[in-house]
Nanobody, 121 residues
Framework: QVQLVESGGGLVQAGGSLRLSCSAS????????MAWFRQAPGKEREFVAT????????SYADSVKGRFTISRDNAKNMVYLKMNSLNPEDTAVYYC??????????????WGQGTQVTVSS
């Protein structure tokens, strides 16, 4: 069982940056692929980024590629999402997910409560 808690969201102006953090409990964290998803008001949840258990392989949605960076620190049971060049279309609740794989949310077993990111124009 893994519990996930996100932090780091907030209000930022367009062009700004934020770093989201996801703290994970459980001794098996380092064996899980992890991911970030987001859900904007009135829209379906969408994949943002994923990272392998070792951190050596990452994958991104086209909409964030080149602007966002996912990383992890297995010694600290942490996953991060660094977001640069933010624009209003990035406004959403961002969720940390683990225990799954790929770009489909239903494939993941564990979810955090989400953290709100709002980008003003």
């Amino acid at each position: 069982q893994v519990q996930l808690v996100e932090s780091g969201g907030g209000l930022v102006q367009a062009g700004g940056s934020l770093r989201l953090s996801c703290s994970a409990s459980g001794r098996t964290f380092s064996t899980y692929k992890m991911a970030w998803f987001r859900q904007a008001p009135g829209k379906e949840r969408e994949f943002v980024a994923t990272i392998s258990s070792s951190g050596g392989v990452t994958s991104y949605a086209d909409s964030v590629k080149g602007r966002f960076t996912i990383s992890r620190d297995n010694a600290k049971n942490m996953v991060y999402l660094k977001m640069n060049s933010l624009n209003p279309e990035d406004t959403a609740v961002y969720y940390c997910a683990g225990g799954g794989f790929g770009v489909v949310g239903s494939a993941y077993d564990y979810w955090g409560q989400g953290t709100q990111v709002t980008v003003s124009s």
